[in-house]
């Protein structure tokens, strides 16, 4: 059982698309935008990787976000 909730519902996936679409509008009109950018594409990386099940996905996920801090 996931305690994340974007990883147990697709749904909160699509949205995560779509705020990181409009966020790269942002960016493009305004840089100060960036952070925000950067950490909806982490969530989205990582709301697809618990999708996908498999727990090679999920330390992919894990290590993928450890390197960016």
Same mark, same amino acid.
């Given at each position: 059982?996931?305690? %994340?909730?974007?990883?147990?519902?697709?749904?909160? #996936? /699509? $949205? #995560?698309?779509? %705020?990181?679409?409009?966020? &790269?509008? #942002?960016?493009?009109? %305004?840089?100060?935008? =960036?952070?925000?950018?950067?950490? #909806? /594409? +982490? %969530? =989205?990386?990582?709301? /697809? &990787? *618990?999708?996908?099940?498999? *727990?090679? *996905?999920? *330390?992919?996920? =894990?290590?993928? $976000?450890?390197?960016? +801090?």
């Amino acid at each position: 059982m996931s305690h %994340d909730p974007i990883a147990a519902n697709g749904c909160d #996936l /699509e $949205q #995560l698309r779509s %705020d990181l679409a409009f966020a &790269a509008k #942002l960016v493009l009109a %305004d840089p100060v935008y =960036v952070p925000i950018f950067e950490r #909806l /594409e +982490r %969530d =989205v990386a990582d709301a /697809e &990787a *618990a999708m996908s099940g498999g *727990a090679l *996905a999920r *330390a992919r996920a =894990v290590a993928a $976000q450890s390197a960016t +801090r």
